[in-house]
Every structure is written in C-alpha cells, then in structure tokens.
T-cell receptor, first 116, second 115 residues
Framework: AQSVTQLDSHVSVSEGTPVLLRCNYSSSYSPSLFWYVQHPNKGLQLLLKYTSAATLVKGINGFEAEFKKSETSFHLTKPSAHMSDAAEYFCVVSVPLSGNTGKLIFGQGTTLQVKP | KAGVTQTPRYLIKTRGQQVTLSCSPISGHRSVSWYQQTPGQGLQFLFEYFSETQRNKGNFPGRFSGRQFSNSRSEMNVSTLELGDSALYLC??????????????FGPGTRLTVT
C-alpha cells in the first residue's frame, strides 16, 4: 500500500539557516510525489512535484527536494529560511486507482517554525 | 486566472442537520476532488468527480455525498451531521484527465463546526 511518513511533526529553525523537512514514502509503483504548504487559514499550495523525471526537483520560493529511490525518501530543503516560510508542510504521494485515475495520500504534516 | 473558490468559508451547524458545500474549480478544469482535514486524522480523501461522474471514493460513510454539474462546479453534502464532522473541507481541481500525476490546485476550504 502507498503511504508517506513525515519524520518530524515540528521543526524549528532560525531565519537565514537551512531548512530540512524529512519524508519517507512507501509505494508499489514508481511514485509521483509532491510537497504542499499550508499557511494558517489558507488552502494548500503546491511547492514542487516529482513525476519520474529529474531526481532533484526545484520548486517555488527557493525550495527543492531530492527523490532517492534507494532510501525511499523525498526530503524538502531550502538553503536559507525566511520568516514567511513558517507554515505547515505536507508530503504527498499519488495512489493509482482503476480507470487511469488516482488519489492523493497526505503525510501528517510538519509544522515549520522560523525564529527571528 | 481565478483560483478554486469555495463557499461558504465558515459554517456552524447543529448535530443532526445537513449541510451543502460548494466548489468552483479553475476555469477549464474538469476534475474536482474533496478532502477532509482534521487535527486528529489529517487530510483524507473524500471523493473525486470528473465530467459529472464520481470516479473515486474514499473511506467515508454514506452520509457524505457529492455531485458535479456540467460546468464542473461541485457540491458535497453531509447529512445527519455528527460532532466528528467538524473539519476543514478542501476542494481541489485538476485540469488533466489523469489527475494522478499532475498537480491539484486547492481552494481555501470551508470550515465546518458542528455543535
């Protein structure tokens, strides 16, 4: 069965320092993986996606993630945190269903706190 | 291009009542998915509609239902509300037939509180 595990429920960094949000996945197929961000009282915004092209994926706002099949990981990184990055981040795997359709399975989320 | 819109943004209902939530996808998008977000269970898939047909359904009781109109707008209905139905309900649209591998665009959500 497909699933994602976000290894940290809460991450705290200082502004200007690197960000690392960890995600492991489980999939019987070659997965499609995503990172979404949710700011308070807002919907989800797609940060980046991996769909079996380049293993290093660049997203918006300076975020990037590396797909490592051998480690079944898809960690999200950013070289330098900004105060506006404080939000909840979700690692997501797509699950294929019959009829060429599918659904998204979300991790439990990681809350990123950025300290001044 | 306008994003996904959801109405209403906030709702307060009483146990036993029913509620209807509305979602308007991005213009041109044909796939609409619904998700429930709660602190305890996180984000869970409810169902997906494409061209007025429900293609996929999550593991929710029959009290949760939905439909999609010819203009791709979608509604979800929850009957006989329970306290546990209090949640943020998110709608997402996708322009691709195979929504699996392509990004979904989310609306701001409807915050439902059941008292």
């Amino acid at each position: 069965a497909q699933s994602v595990t976000q290894l940290d429920s809460h991450v705290s960094v200082s502004e200007g320092t690197p960000v690392l949000l960890r995600c492991n996945y489980s999939s019987s197929y070659s997965p499609s993986l995503f990172w979404y961000v949710q700011h308070p009282n807002k919907g989800l915004q797609l940060l980046l996606k991996y769909t079996s092209a380049a293993t290093l994926v660049k997203g918006i706002n300076g975020f990037e993630a590396e797909f490592k099949k051998s480690e079944t990981s898809f960690h999200l990184t950013k070289p330098s945190a900004h105060m506006s990055d404080a939000a909840e981040y979700f690692c997501v795997v797509s699950v294929p269903l019959s009829g060429n359709t599918g659904k998204l399975i979300f991790g439990q989320g990681t809350t990123l706190q950025v300290k001044p | 291009k306008a994003g996904v819109t959801q109405t209403p943004r906030y709702l307060i209902k009483t146990r036993g009542q029913q509620v209807t939530l509305s979602c308007s996808p991005i213009s041109g998008h044909r796939s609409v998915s619904w998700y429930q977000q709660t602190p305890g269970q996180g984000l869970q898939f409810l169902f997906e509609y494409f061209s007025e047909t429900q293609r996929n359904k999550g593991n929710f009781p029959g009290r949760f239902s939905g439909r999609q109109f010819s203009n791709s707008r979608s509604e979800m209905n929850v009957s006989t509300l329970e306290l546990g139905d209090s949640a943020l309900y998110l709608c997402a649209s996708s322009g691709r037939d195979r929504a699996l591998s392509y990004e979904q665009y989310f609306g701001p959500g409807t915050r439902l509180t059941v008292t």
